[in-house]
């Protein structure tokens, strides 16, 4: 008997309590719209807010609750997610434009460009703080690999030999997420359909560019003069394209000395060269 009171006593406490659980599930439960959650299924599950909401959660209770009726927002799930969600929410799908990132860095990590040796935390946000990182070039590609760290596709790695960040066009989905963790904020999202790229970030004058980066852009001015387009502007000592005007006919890269402007092709996947 003295044993089987407390036992008693336990079941009672847990048979209660599975009650209330019950009692609680089904009088405070909050209703989910089934078309939210379909919504939610088809979304590839990036959370990278791409589409202006906090994430494929909210992305998809915003279309359920009307606040948006725009089922193309999703850029990393492309054209054939914006179908579904029109077939789930009956509305008209338009056409996503695809975007992929690229790192505007075009250095290398010779022991030279390093100005001191740098023994913390490895990590390119932990690195930034110390004088900005321990390249000699403070606009570089720091190496440490954050954006590797947050990618959902496994789309970048540090090469060996340059120690900078390089991202595989065929697999980036464009969520956005590498460029929001680059302390940098070198890494930029462009539409897929575009055929140059200045990889470069330096905004110092051309020749304390030289003294630090043998590719870096040196604000000579040759692309800005030769493209036919006008697509092609050398502001604030960095070259920066236009894209709206951009016909990706290469010749600003032709021009180039330093070779920092890349011509490549992101729809076939082909590395920016």
């Known amino acids: 008997m003295p044993i089987l009171i407390p036992v008693l006593v336990l079941v009672i406490i847990a048979l209660i309590c599975a009650v209330l659980l019950t009692l609680s599930s089904i009088f405070f439960s909050v209703e989910e719209d089934e078309r939210a959650l379909a919504v939610r299924d088809c979304l590839p599950g990036a959370n990278c807010g791409a589409c202006g909401f906090s994430g494929c959660d909210g992305y998809a209770k915003a279309l359920s609750e009307g606040k948006t009726d725009n089922p193309s927002l999703c850029i990393p799930g492309g054209d054939g997610v914006a179908k579904e969600i029109g077939e789930i929410m009956g509305l008209a799908a338009g056409d996503v434009v695809e975007q992929v990132a690229y790192v505007a860095c075009n250095g290398s990590c010779q022991p030279s460009e390093r100005k001191y040796v740098y023994d913390g935390i490895k990590t390119c946000v932990a690195a930034n703080m110390s004088y900005s990182g321990d390249r000699d070039c403070t606009f570089a590609c720091l190496g440490y690999g954050d954006c590797v760290k947050v990618c959902p596709r496994d789309a970048i790695c540090i090469n060996p030999e340059k120690g900078i960040a390089e991202i595989d066009p065929r697999k980036c989905i464009g969520c956005g997420l590498c460029a929001k963790a680059c302390p940098n904020h070198i890494i930029h999202l462009i539409n897929d359909t575009s055929r140059v790229v200045v990889k470069c970030s330096s905004h110092n004058k051309?020749?304390?560019?030289?003294?630090?980066?043998?590719?870096?852009?040196?604000?000579?001015?040759?692309c800005e003069k030769s493209c036919p387009e006008g697509a092609i502007k050398v502001e604030n000592n960095l070259a920066t394209i236009d894209y709206d005007k951009c016909t990706g006919c290469g010749t600003c890269h032709d021009v180039c000395?330093?070779?920092?402007?890349?011509?490549?092709?992101?729809i076939c996947g082909a590395h920016f060269e």
């Not at 051309?206 to 040759?222: D, F, Y």
């Open 257 to 266: 000395p330093v070779k920092c402007i890349h011509l490549g092709n992101f």
């Open 206 to 222: 051309g020749a304390q560019v030289r003294k630090v980066c043998l590719n870096g852009c040196i604000a000579c001015g040759k």
